[in-house]
């Protein structure tokens, strides 16, 4: 049974850092393609980013590139997002989700059809 549990959100002013983790359970993390999506208020759930389960395959959102950096450790069954230059803009709520197929920076239906959701961690960023 997959089981991925977010943390690492908060409130930071812009300009700031943060960094999320996903933890995963229940299945063979470096099997899985993992990915961040992000959720604001009243907006669809867009993708942020995206990486293979040996990670050698990664992708951004324009909107997060030179930012944003994604990254998984296998030995720890977990993947992090360090988000660094922080705008009001990327105040959302982040979600982690997996998936054994090379889904990328597709659509958010496409992941829940095909693979699994954690819940979610509110960043908040104060302008």
């Known amino acids: 049974d997959v089981q991925l549990q977010a943390s690492g959100g908060g409130l930071v002013q812009a300009g700031g850092s943060l960094k999320l983790s996903c933890a995963a359970s229940g ?17 669809e759930r867009e993708g ?45 709520v982040y979600y982690c989700a997996a998936s ?6 597709s659509s958010a239906l496409l992941w829940t059809d095909l693979g699994s959701w954690g819940q979610g961690t509110l960043v908040t960023v104060s302008s």
């Open 27 to 43: 299945f063979t993390f470096e099997d899985y393609a993992t990915a961040w999506f992000r959720q604001a208020p009243g907006k």
């Open 48 to 92: 942020v980013s995206y990486i293979t389960g040996s990670g050698s395959d990664i992708d951004y959102a324009d909107s997060v590139k030179g930012r944003f950096t994604i990254s998984r450790d296998n030995a720890k069954n977990t993947v992090y997002l360090q988000m660094n230059s922080l705008k009001p803009e990327d105040t959302a």
């Open 100 to 105: 054994r197929f090379l889904l990328g920076l």
